[in-house]
């Protein structure tokens, strides 16, 4: 690969790499040798040599009676491109967890008590006249921040029009949680504490799984299409065979 075919597979054009190269050959030039050199119309070379300088291969001599140019140190540029390729790699996890397929898992991992309200508030929006169904977790691991967190939780989904059915421990530290179902339009089935006490809550969106440690002070959220499905067969069939 010759040097200006190099260039340009690094970004620049054809005659900006034309016009860097014949510039690293002449040294301190000025714009009509550079364009004798290029085989480019002096106009055209001015306006590449902006470009090249606002790129940062070339630089403009200060005080110059006729405008004079130098060209940086390719070192430099090749540097920086390698930069920018090993930033947009850094990325690529990322935007691969964007790209969603049907049958794709996509996991999102969340710690500390405001990671536990980013999991809970999670995409709340779409899910507005949605219905959330789960196995939900008794309360004794809950600071007073987790809780007020919960709370805020059950408002923003009565706000827009989301129900929730739950089952839950029947535990005193549940007892105000179960005050309010009513008034939120949620609907939970209790089980006796020796059967189920659960310190972790995994509820089934039409969107996702999320699974709760309150304890811990950790989320994962969960999407998968195959997953909502059997997360919430598991619930229909444990809520059909509870009184």
Known sequence: MDTTKALESLGLSEKES?????????????????????????????VLLEELR??????????????????????????????????????????????????KVSTMYFEGESGVRDALMYRYKELAD????????????LTPSLLRICHEWRERMHKTNATLRGIAPDHATLAEFRETDSKLGQLFKSIPFDQYSSDVSIDATKLFVRIVLFGAKQAVIIENPAIVHT?????????????
């Open 18 to 46: 034309r016009v860097y190269v014949s510039l690293l050959e002449l040294g301190r030039s000025n714009v009509t040798r550079i364009a004798e050199l290029s085989l480019i119309k002096r106009p055209t070379t001015y």
């Open 231 to 243: 997360i919430r067969q598991i619930f229909e069939l444990s809520w059909k065979n509870l009184k």
């Open 54 to 103: 606002k790129k940062g291969l070339v630089l403009k001599v200060p005080h110059a009676k006729n405008a004079l140019f130098i060209a940086q140190d390719p070192d430099v540029f090749f540097q920086d491109s390698l930069n920018r390729v090993t930033e947009a790699h850094g990325t690529l996890s990322r935007l691969k967890a964007l790209h969603r397929k049907e049958d």
């Open 130 to 141: 949605e219905e959330i169904v789960g196995f939900f977790a008794k309360g004794e691991t």
